[in-house]
T-cell receptor, first 114, second 116 residues
Framework: AQSVSQHNHHVILSEAASLELGCNYSYGGTVNLFWYVQYPGQHLQLLLKYFSGDPLVKGIKGFEAEFIKSKFSFNLRKPSVQWSDTAEYFCAVTSYNQGGKLIFGQGTELSVKP | DARVTQTPRHKVTEMGQEVTMRCQPILGHNTVFWYRQTMMQGLELLAYFRNRAPLDDSGMPKDRFSAEMPDATLATLKIQPSEPRDSAVYFC??????????????FGPGTRLLVL
């Protein structure tokens, strides 16, 4: 069965630090990859997605992610975080034979200190 | 700006009562998902529908939970009878699943349920 692993459960950074959150998935076929963000008390919002094409994907709020097929990874990056980036970040994967079902990672809580 | 809407946003009820949560997917989307989020279990997929037909409800406790789509603009999730362990945030998400097979899910604001 497909699975998604997010290596860091809780990351604490100071403002202006660079961010990289790891995401690895287990499926060997064609995949679609997503990063969602959940601000405290709010719903999940789409940050970025990869379906095909350029493996470096740019999303909203200055986030980007790189799909490395050989490593089954889709890490999220931001060069300089802000206090307002404090949130929980979820990586998710789906594939065509999953019928559109998203498999979510367990989430990474990011705390940015002002 | 099209959004998924959910009602109610908050619900407090007593054990044994029926709870009904409603979701209006984004117009034109043909797939609706129900998720439950708790601190202990994280995000769990309960059920999903495509073109109003249930595709998978394996994540849902069958004895007390039921999900339906009476029409393309309304999805419901019912719990009867409710139990304290059902306390969670229930999210609905919708997306369009086309021939390419890829879709993006857009989440509603959630229903925060507390069963006493």
């Amino acid at each position: 069965a497909q699975s998604v692993s997010q290596h860091n459960h809780h990351v604490i950074l100071s403002e202006a630090a660079s961010l990289e959150l790891g995401c690895n998935y287990s499926y060997g076929g064609t995949v679609n990859l997503f990063w969602y963000v959940q601000y405290p008390g709010q719903h999940l919002q789409l940050l970025l997605k990869y379906f095909s094409g350029d493996p470096l994907v740019k999303g909203i709020k200055g986030f980007e992610a790189e799909f490395i097929k050989s490593k089954f990874s889709f890490n999220l990056r931001k060069p300089s975080v802000q206090w307002s980036d404090t949130a929980e970040y979820f990586c998710a994967v789906t594939s065509y034979n999953q019928g559109g079902k998203l498999i979510f990672g367990q989430g990474t809580e990011l705390s940015v200190k002002p | 700006d099209a959004r998924v809407t959910q009602t109610p946003r908050h619900k407090v009820t007593e054990m044994g009562q029926e709870v009904t949560m409603r979701c209006q997917p984004i117009l034109g989307h043909n797939t609706v998902f129900w998720y439950r989020q708790t601190m202990m279990q994280g995000l769990e997929l309960l059920a999903y529908f495509r073109n109003r037909a249930p595709l998978d409800d394996s994540g849902m406790p069958k004895d007390r939970f039921s999900a339906e789509m009476p029409d393309a603009t309304l999805a419901t999730l019912k719990i009867q009878p409710s139990e304290p362990r059902d306390s969670a945030v229930y999210f609905c998400a919708s997306g369009f699943h086309g021939l390419a097979g890829a879709e993006t899910q857009y989440f509603g604001p959630g229903t925060r349920l507390l069963v006493l």
